[in-house]
């Protein structure tokens, strides 16, 4: 069996079926041999103004349950509502939600070798 002994990453991927049985895509999906072995999904998310984009956030969370890919979701824009995100934010670490990052904290991560 030949493995892969480099990191590779793709950009709006298609990782599988969302809980309505659609095509699901990611933002970005990583491998790394050592670190990521199963894989990194990447969500990014933003929303300058208010709106709705914050009522998907469970839709989100529930294919990322069905899809059992670690994923990191990067938040950020300022127009979703602090309850959206509190919720959010809380949902990491449950299962295969990693983790919940505003722009900024998620390039400290990655600085830090989080990645």
């Known amino acids: 069996m030949r493995e892969m002994k480099q990191p590779i990453f793709a950009r709006e991927c298609s990782i599988g079926k969302t809980i309505y049985g659609g095509n699901r895509k990611v933002d970005f999906i990583l491998y790394h041999p050592t670190r990521w072995p ?10 300058a103004s208010s709106g709705s984009v ?8 529930l294919n990322i349950q069905n899809n059992n890919i670690n994923t990191i979701i990067v938040l950020d824009g300022g127009g979703y509502t602090k309850g959206a995100s ?3 934010h809380g949902q ?3 299962t295969y939600l990693k983790y919940v990052f505003n722009q900024g904290a998620f390039q400290k991560f990655v600085s830090k070798g989080g990645l």
Do not use: R, S, T
């Open 38 to 47: 199963d894989c990194l999904v990447i969500e990014c998310k933003w929303q």
């Open 54 to 61: 914050y009522e998907k956030y469970p839709f989100l969370v």
């Open 86 to 88: 509190n919720w959010l």
């Open 92 to 94: 990491a670490g449950k």
